[in-house]
């Protein structure tokens, strides 16, 4: 059973989507609130499989909330819940998993309940080892040992193999961070790059660069040392 957190300023809508959400013997645990600032406090102190979002609230709207939840790794799957279409391309620009018009009807609900189910096995039968990833509207898995460098584009990042790009939805911090085992180094505020995929380091320049699968990447003065200390831990030594 999954734990879910409803969101909406008016009070018949959110007890009418509780109620519904209640007779779905897939759903547990259902958390209300009432604005965007109580929707994130909530995420705060509770764990939530998913989040169903009205667009238009006061202050927070449910689209705020979608990104703010972005940056978070492990984030909850959402699902928008609004009276108009208005903001659909973007609703899906943040990954939703579904997009619910109102008034809900129970059986549309019941199908969102169920992508979201199928969104969080995928997520927990995938090894950390591979990355999703969206090639024309379908889910593709590649494995990380393909990535040669990250590339930051804001709160997303796109992940560049020997043949192709692909952006996700994950900060380049948190790769950093969820990477650094398997052999990736913070070059530059924006890259991250592969060392085992690294064929030619020019260290002495005015500018340092790295070569990797046939792109140039420039390396700051801050994250300079750390790449010597590496290429160095890795040189090969002659016997004695």
Same mark, same amino acid.
Request: glycine share 6%; proline share 5%; no cysteine.
């Given at each position: 059973?999954?734990?879910? @957190?409803?969101?909406?300023?008016?009070?018949?809508?959110?007890?009418?989507? &509780?109620?519904?959400? =209640?007779?779905?013997?897939?759903?547990? +645990?259902?958390?209300?609130?009432?604005?965007?600032?109580?929707?994130? #406090?909530?995420?705060?102190?509770?764990?939530?499989? &998913?989040?169903?979002?009205?667009?238009?609230?006061?202050?927070?709207?449910?689209?705020?909330?979608?990104?703010?939840?972005?940056?978070?790794?492990?984030?909850?799957?959402?699902?928008?819940? $609004?009276?108009?279409?208005?903001?659909?391309?973007?609703?899906?620009?943040?990954?939703? !998993?579904?997009?619910?018009?109102?008034?809900? #009807?129970?059986?549309?609900?019941? $199908?969102?309940? =169920?992508?979201?189910?199928? /969104?969080?096995?995928?997520?927990?039968?995938?090894?950390?080892?591979?990355? /999703?990833?969206?090639?024309? %509207?379908?889910?593709?898995?590649?494995?990380?040992?393909?990535?040669?460098?990250?590339?930051?584009? =804001?709160?997303? &990042?796109? @992940?560049?193999?020997?043949?192709?790009?692909?952006?996700?939805?994950?900060?380049?911090?948190?790769?950093?961070?969820?990477?650094?085992?398997? %052999?990736?180094?913070?070059?530059?505020?924006?890259?991250?790059?592969?060392?085992?995929?690294? +064929?030619?380091?020019?260290? =002495?320049?005015?500018?340092? $660069?790295? +070569?990797?699968?046939?792109?140039?990447?420039? !390396?700051?003065?801050?994250?300079?040392?750390?790449?010597?200390?590496?290429?160095?831990? /890795?040189?090969?030594?002659?016997? /004695?």
């Amino acid at each position: 059973m999954i734990t879910v @957190l409803i969101a909406d300023d008016e009070p018949p809508a959110l007890d009418e989507l &509780a109620f519904l959400l =209640g007779k779905d013997g897939r759903v547990g +645990t259902i958390h209300r609130a009432s604005s965007g600032s109580e929707a994130l #406090r909530i995420l705060d102190h509770e764990r939530v499989d &998913a989040l169903f979002l009205d667009i238009h609230m006061p202050g927070l709207s449910g689209l705020d909330i979608a990104r703010a939840v972005s940056r978070a790794g492990n984030s909850p799957a959402v699902v928008f819940v $609004t009276a108009d279409e208005e903001h659909a391309v973007k609703a899906f620009d943040l990954a939703a !998993v579904d997009y619910l018009l109102k008034p809900v #009807r129970a059986e549309r609900l019941a $199908t969102s309940v =169920g992508r979201v189910i199928e /969104t969080m096995a995928i997520a927990e039968t995938v090894p950390a080892s591979v990355i /999703t990833v969206d090639v024309g %509207g379908v889910k593709k898995m590649i494995r990380r040992d393909e990535v040669r460098y990250v590339h930051a584009q =804001g709160d997303y &990042a796109r @992940l560049h193999t020997e043949d192709a790009s692909h952006l996700i939805r994950v900060p380049l911090a948190e790769l950093e961070k969820q990477w650094a085992d398997a %052999g990736f180094l913070r070059i530059h505020r924006s890259y991250l790059v592969s060392m085992s995929h690294v +064929t030619k380091a020019n260290l =002495g320049a005015a500018q340092p $660069t790295i +070569t990797t699968n046939g792109a140039e990447l420039p !390396v700051s003065r801050r994250h300079l040392p750390a790449l010597r200390e590496k290429l160095e831990a /890795t040189r090969i030594r002659p016997s /004695t």
